[in-house]
T-cell receptor, first 115, second 115 residues
Framework: AQKITQTQPGMFVQEKEAVTLDCTYDTSDQSYGLFWYKQPSSGEMIFLIYQGSYDEQNATEGRYSLNFQKARKSANLVISASQLGDSAMYFCAMREGYNFNKFYFGSGTKLNVKP | DAGVTQSPTHLIKTRGQHVTLRCSPISGHKSVSWYQQVLGQGPQFIFQYYEKEERGRGNFPDRFSARQFPNYSSELNVNALLLGDSALYLC??????????????FGSGTRLTVV
């Protein structure tokens, strides 16, 4: 079974609008961490936001927020006020337990921001 | 401060050849991991090293090997290259001083093409 599922291969959003990128995960561990990364065409993976499994509040980092629904095992990324520079691949990832040798990525979502 | 640096940035090899990829982590980071990202997919975990010891290995054949040096830099070696080894190879480092809510910091990768 896939550990991380991203069902949206590609998304379009109008500049200045908000967009939600979907992510569901599968783990039997009680302790885990969820991450979102941005990968521009240069290839570098840029850390955006983190949510721990015991965190009761949804994580926020500037224009990024993570909509964490533990019972549904979903960790959607919300980008508010989209900018042209947000056009990139976005990957959801999960760390099982506290082992960083159990760090799994989804297949990614290509976001295109239209002017 | 320098980020994670990888060399070379691009490489073309012939089937059957051997390749060595290099990674220098962020200063002070003792944990280094390697990922393979095939075009159109998310990164797949290959190895994790911490304090020069292998801490984890993904589902990759024995043709893949790695090591970490006393200065925490790392090499990934791939023998008997196959066409399917063509991918972006990402190195990531992490500060394992106990803060688990940070993911990896990634380099820009080495793009390997096997012909």
């Amino acid at each position: 079974a896939q550990k991380i599922t991203q069902t949206q291969p590609g998304m379009f959003v109008q500049e200045k609008e908000a967009v939600t990128l979907d992510c569901t995960y599968d783990t039997s561990d009680q302790s885990y961490g969820l991450f979102w990364y941005k990968q521009p065409s240069s290839g570098e993976m840029i850390f955006l936001i983190y949510q721990g499994s015991y965190d009761e509040q949804n994580a926020t980092e500037g224009r990024y927020s993570l909509n964490f629904q533990k019972a549904r095992k979903s960790a959607n990324l919300v980008i508010s006020a989209s900018q042209l520079g947000d056009s990139a691949m976005y990957f959801c990832a999960m760390r099982e337990g506290y082992n960083f040798n159990k760090f799994y990525f989804g297949s990614g979502t290509k976001l295109n921001v239209k002017p | 401060d320098a980020g994670v640096t990888q060399s070379p940035t691009h490489l073309i090899k012939t089937r059957g050849q051997h390749v060595t990829l290099r990674c220098s982590p962020i200063s002070g980071h003792k944990s280094v991991s390697w990922y393979q990202q095939v075009l159109g997919q998310g990164p797949q975990f290959i190895f994790q090293y911490y304090e020069k010891e292998e801490r984890g290995r993904g589902n990759f054949p024995d043709r893949f090997s790695a090591r970490q040096f006393p200065n925490y830099s790392s090499e990934l070696n791939v023998n008997a290259l196959l066409l399917g080894d063509s991918a972006l190879y990402l190195c990531a480092s992490r500060d394992d001083s106990g803060v688990s809510n940070y993911g990896y910091t990634f380099g820009s990768g080495t793009r390997l093409t096997v012909v």
